[in-house]
């Protein structure tokens, strides 16, 4: 039997009643499906997100260009770099940051359970 059960309404008491934050993980993508050059954008709890596989290493990222808003799933990827396919502003990947830009890129951290690649959120 289980002493506290965990349950719908319990999770809504702790989260109004104890303003305890929980983390909640939201599977992505299966690891097996990833490779160098994936591109895939999800929205969670309204956010636009896009997970990128580049040269082995994988990021999380707000999918909107910092220069004017627009998604940038569909962008050229190639060097640690993405390119925006409205504007052409290129962002590198491993810091953010553009030449032409000073708004960086905004990431996530990647959470990972089981077979499956996430978001804690």
Known sequence: YT????TTLFRS????QCKL??????PLER???LYDGFQKSFSIQGQPLLLIQEEGELYLLINQCP??????VGSRVSDHRIQCRAHGMSFDLRTGFSASCNQPLKFLPIAYEGAFIGVDL
């Open 3 to 6: 002493l506290f059960p965990y």
């Open 13 to 16: 008491f702790l989260l109004t």
């Open 21 to 26: 934050v929980l983390n909640v993980f939201y």
């Open 31 to 33: 690891l097996i499906n």
């Open 67 to 72: 220069h004017q808003g627009r998604p940038l």
